[in-house]
């Protein structure tokens, strides 16, 4: 069991409530007074034996009452903690003019938000980090845990598969860490702390954060080779970048003085909200909701990182959850032995049958087939017996499940005929937009893909299309006969071999090789790149 830490406020007497060195630890508008708060003091961290005092009179108790502060909420300790510079800047000001003409897009951040933005201030002030940190969310994901975006970045704080798996966030069948709310929130702040590190200023490691440090060195270094600043504000740096900084700090001055800017937040006590179930194995969701005493679609909310009907058989073994359903739940597992946690069915193997075909029929992957049935090769025999996990459920309890979203995705009600097709070998997006007369931006926005993803054959795409004629079977079939074709590519301001390999659908390695390039050297805008694409993966060039 772990319980994701709290902030601890000293009770203090009344008659104390004036004493010097207690106020709280912040930095003015000019970002540069600060004084002392109780829970940093270290006079108040080991507490002393004191005269007991009288007990307040009626009068003096309801006295005290009329003049004590209210509660602090984790709004307020966010404004506290504010401590990025305060420029004048018209970037910002047109941010502002966009964000508080829409104060109902606020109001369902903050919502949103509510239940998770204890457990984020305390992972930044732990850090020591300024708290504009904990409205990063609000910029990359709008603080919706399942986001998911056209460049194949999820979660809270939009990691990509390749920075996720650098920074420890498994992907695979069962989980995706970039969505885990304690996982990707740990990888973050691990990733802006060294940005900082590697800048020593915190607005040149959000655009770090947002374009790749490799980006911001090379427009810092060209900067330094016109004698010009290097400061956030005057570096060349890509148009998406150039408004991410200013967009925090425009969210900043809205959440800061929320009156000012029309904007109605809730009310968020500064008390834990959240707790960490430790967990010994794979366990049902289905039954993890029923014994916490709560909804499976919140269940699936604190823990997005879970794509399936349970957790992960290889971990995280954990579940986050409301304070009070998390003591439910370690209650009820008391009285549940590990191996009733998950069904299995005990399936006898059939002539033609493969472990693909045997885990595509139950939903599940080939490696937990063989690690359940402690099997070293992919070969079974007709009469064999496989012990195979399936959910307690029907598919629809589990909405939230990465299957069932995309499933409600595709059946949402659009305009045109909707179509079905079934992903052949060999097939793309491009491929398969040109075909039925929509783009690939559609496509993907259909099924909650990514122009970036990995089609499967069997895999079924929906298409709304005009009207539900003209497209034949054989037409359907059709694909370029010539397929790899050379191309040049002349670099630009802000490019790097990642983001060029990526936007051609080819490998690092490939690129290096076909151009003779050396680790560690730099492109220099206007160089040229020869590469030999496949044209049906040329999506959104």
């Known amino acids: ?102 104060p109902s897009y606020i109001a369902r951040v903050a919502e949103r938000a509510e239940p998770l933005l204890h457990y984020i201030v305390e992972a930044v002030e732990a850090r020591g980090m300024p708290m504009e940190i904990a409205l990063l969310p609000v910029v990359e994901s709008a603080y919706r845990p399942f986001a998911y975006s056209p460049g194949r970045a999820a979660g809270l704080w939009q990691f990509i598969p390749a920075t996720g798996r650098h920074y420890g966030l498994d992907q695979n069948w069962w989980y995706d860490g970039r969505r885990d709310i304690v996982a990707s929130t740990d990888a973050a702040l691990t990733y802006l702390q060294r940005l ?40 060349d740096l890509p148009r998406e970048t150039r408004g991410y900084v200013p967009r925090l700090l425009a969210i900043r001055a809205i959440f800061e003085s929320p009156a000012t800017y029309g904007a109605d937040l809730p009310h968020v006590p500064d008390e834990p909200y959240l707790d960490v179930v430790e967990l010994e194995g ?101 009469g064999d017996h496989l012990i195979i996990p399936i959910a307690s459920r029907p598919s629809s309890h589990y909405a939230l499940s990465e299957s069932q979203r995309r499933e409600a995705l595709q059946n949402r009600d659009r305009p045109g005929s909707k179509q079905i097709y079934r992903v052949r070998s060999g097939d793309t997006f491009w491929e398969i937009a040109r075909r039925f007369g929509v783009s690939v931006a559609e496509l993907t926005r259909w099924n909650g893909l990514a122009p970036g993803d990995t089609l499967r054959p069997g895999q079924e795409l929906a298409v709304w299309t005009a009207s539900s004629g003209g497209i034949t079977t054989a037409a359907l079939r059709t694909a370029p006969a010539n397929r790899k074709q050379a191309v040049h590519y002349t670099v630009r301001q802000g490019d790097s071999l990642y983001r060029i390999a990526q936007r051609f659908n080819v490998s690092v390695a490939a690129l290096r090789r076909w151009n003779g390039l050396a680790k560690g050297g730099y492109l220099q805008p206007g160089q040229r790149l020869r590469m030999e694409v496949d044209v049906t993966e040329q999506a959104g060039i």
């Open 1 to 102: 069991m772990r319980v994701i830490p709290t902030l601890v406020i000293p009770v203090l007497a009344a008659g104390l409530i004036g004493c010097a060195g207690l106020q709280k630890i912040r930095l003015d508008q000019a970002g540069d007074t600060a004084t002392t708060h109780p829970d940093h003091h270290p006079a108040l961290r080991s507490p002393e034996v004191r005269r007991a005092a009288p007990p307040p009179t009626p009068d003096e108790a309801l006295a005290a009452a009329a003049v004590s502060p209210p509660p602090l909420t984790v709004w307020e300790r966010l404004r506290e903690g504010f401590a990025m510079p305060r420029p004048q800047h018209e970037r910002i000001d047109e941010n502002l003019d966009y964000f508080a003409s829409r």
């Open 196 to 235: 900082h590190d590697m800048f020593d200023d915190w607005l040149l490691a959000l655009a770090a954060y947002n374009a790749g440090e490799g980006t911001v060195l090379r427009a810092i270094r060209a900067n330094e080779r016109r004698g010009e600043p290097t400061d956030y504000w005057n570096l």
């Open 282 to 382: 794979q366990i049902d969701l289905a039954l993890a909701a029923e014994l916490a005493g709560m909804s499976i679609d919140e269940l699936y909310r604190l823990n997005p990182g879970y794509n399936r009907w349970a957790t992960a058989p290889e971990g995280p073994h954990r579940l986050v959850l409301p304070v009070a359903n998390a003591e439910h739940l370690r209650r009820g597992l008391a009285d549940v032995p590990d191996d009733e946690r998950m069904r299995w069915q005990r399936h006898r193997v059939a002539r033609g049958e493969s472990l693909i075909s045997i885990a595509r029929r139950y939903r599940t992957t080939v490696s937990v087939l063989k690690d359940v049935n402690d099997l070293r090769g992919h070969i079974i025999r007709a």
